[in-house]
């Protein structure tokens, strides 16, 4: 038997170094293994760590499959391939923007390249219209984000396309342009957010807002001329109930008035005839009884009534002859309802 290989103890360094000189290109392997090792142990360093950013959340896939989530903070994995981890914004608030596009934007579905095409939209009484909106949204399920749907932003900005589209198709221009505004939000808001549901995406639907809405450039003047006559008509409209409710209730309030005075005078004149009939009856009753006594009480009570009114009057007997020198002058004077009549 031949005898057993002797190697050197590499306990030693020195004996090391001896038996390593030895092999065949010795130094130059020895660079080339030390600089792949070093290049291995570092790459595997440098891919084991990485950083999840405080709006953000670290989706963990190892082989490929749903291993867990991670936190904000920095974070480990296993290198060289085995552990993949996508980061997702799931406490920040993403948009998609339609027929128009922010400067500086870095969420590649906020923005569409077609945006002429996708603003273009038809209403209901078939009359085109020029429809700038955005969509608000959040990731409420990383794991239903991205593992139930391929493309899951894409698929998004078709969902709202259509939704808005069928929304917009269902009312007049004039909604569209003016009134309805606020019921086209809320009910493209209400599809969109039960299409998200349906189809499970993990997305939470928060807000769809219209933005710029205006009729196609080369009909613009146009329809801008007939919403200037449509505001115009309604001012004059306006204006007149205005005053019509000026007018009429007041000439209703003067006609309840003479009304209520002429209520209050016929109720006056009632009252005093039955009054009087009152009076004449008790009267009648009491001449009934005493017709000498009660006609001499009315003659005195009418004379007591009348007289007070005549002033000063002086009664002349029919034989007086001098007349002036009876007359007390001065007495008349003091008397202020004294008076000689006047002569014409």
Known sequence: MPPAPQYPDFRQFSDFQKWFSKIPNGPGLSLAVLGGLAFLLFSAVSGSVYTVGPESIGVVQRFGRYVGTANPGLRFKLPLGIDRVTIL???RQLKMEFGF??????NPDQASNEQERESDMVTGDLNAAHVEWVAQYE????????FNLREPGPTMRDLAESVMREVVGDRTVDEVLTIGRQGIEN???TNLTALVQELEMGLRVQQV??????PPTFVQKSFEEVNRAQQEREQMINQANGEYNKVVPRASGEAQMRVSSAEGYALKRVNEAEGDVARFRSLLEQYEKAPEITRQRLYLETLAEVIPQLGGKIILDEGARQFLPLMNLRQLDATPETSLPKKK
């Open 89 to 91: 914004p799931v406490k």
């Open 101 to 106: 596009g922010s400067p500086g934007i870095t």
């Open 139 to 146: 990731i409420s399920d990383p794991e239903k984000y991205l």
């Open 187 to 189: 009910d493209a808001m």
């Open 209 to 214: 807002q219209l933005k710029n809405v205006h």
